[in-house]
């Protein structure tokens, strides 16, 4: 028989961790579609993150640093006892950007959450995630219930790839996320299996 | 583009990442009688040292118990730290949990770490190219 003498549990491995990102525009449901999902209620936390460290690499370029302090909500699904996954809601206004090449490093894929009524405030993610070459979905959000718009007019006013999936969710149903979760990790598993072959 | 944006959270350009704790957080008061003491320590325990030099220590690294002894004789923050990883925690969910802002927990978990209180998880390889991962987290989502 083990006997339990240490004050330290012997613990197994630590589990693997694995990102996906939700990105949108303030107020545009984020934290809902998060914690829709999450096991756990989203936690908040607070990251100083500094211009400087956002790839200005330009020699002689001397800048101010300046630091911002944005805070992510973030939830959890625990896949297995050896793998889990945090869902990370990121502010997707343009003065942020520069976080994203930092948070999106090692992340799997990205929700962009889009409110019809706003979507300009979605361009910027889409950028980022269009030229970094990030897998993700457009999901469009039914505010009340409803789409204000048309999902293939908002395709359109959006001008993604046409290999990109854009859904409409809504962001309190875990229903509907659980099925915007399965369309993107589909996306993810299918470019993942083409690099494959 | 949108007007200015208030809220989501940020507070802006504060010339120096070691000041920001020295502001009065908005929302630290309400979750624990520890809250404003909080906002000032962790830049101090860090002795200034901010997230900056943690390239590759990334915070959804999940962090156990390491074994080595003599936790008592840890700082309150640290040994906060390693107590809460008695069940496997993420950094960003020490952050959260500790009220920690994510550059300090980052600092005084790799600390843990180094020391050998804590023992930091393996990183997914290339998790954008393991199909078999993948299929593991679409069963989870479809169990949900």
Partial sequence: ?197 | MTGPVHGEHERQSLSRPFLVGLQPSRDTVSVTGQGEAAAIRPYFVTQGRVHDDLSGFDTIYVLTPGGAAGLDQLSFEHRDIAALCRTPQSVVEISALLRLPLGAATVLTRDLAIQGYLAAGTPAVDPANDPSLIMRLINAVHAL
């Fill in chain 1, 1 to 197: 028989m083990l006997s339990m003498h240490s004050e330290q549990p012997v613990s197994a491995p630590a589990p693997v961790p694995v990102k996906i990102i939700v990105a949108g525009g303030f107020g545009v449901g984020k934290t809902t579609l998060v914690g829709a999902v999450s096991e756990i209620p989203p936690l908040t936390t607070e990251a100083a993150m500094t211009t400087l460290a956002a790839g200005i690499d330009d020699a002689g370029d001397v800048t101010t640093k300046t630091t911002t302090t944005v805070a992510m909500d973030f939830g959890r699904i625990t896949v297995d006892e050896s793998l889990r996954l945090y869902i990370f809601g990121t502010p997707g206004q343009d003065r942020f950007g520069f976080m994203w090449n930092e948070l999106t490093t090692g992340a799997l894929g990205a929700i962009v959450l889009v409110d019809s009524r706003r979507i300009d405030d979605s361009f910027p993610a889409l950028d980022f995630f269009e030229n970094r070459g990030l897998p993700f979905v457009v999901a469009i959000n039914q505010f009340q219930g409803h789409l204000a718009h048309d999902l293939g007019d908002v395709r359109e006013a959006l001008d993604v790839d046409p290999d990109v999936p854009v859904v409409a969710t809504d962001a309190r149903s875990r229903a509907d996320v659980k099925q915007t979760l399965l369309v993107l990790l589909d996306v993810v598993l299918q470019r993942a299996m083409g690099r494959a072959r």
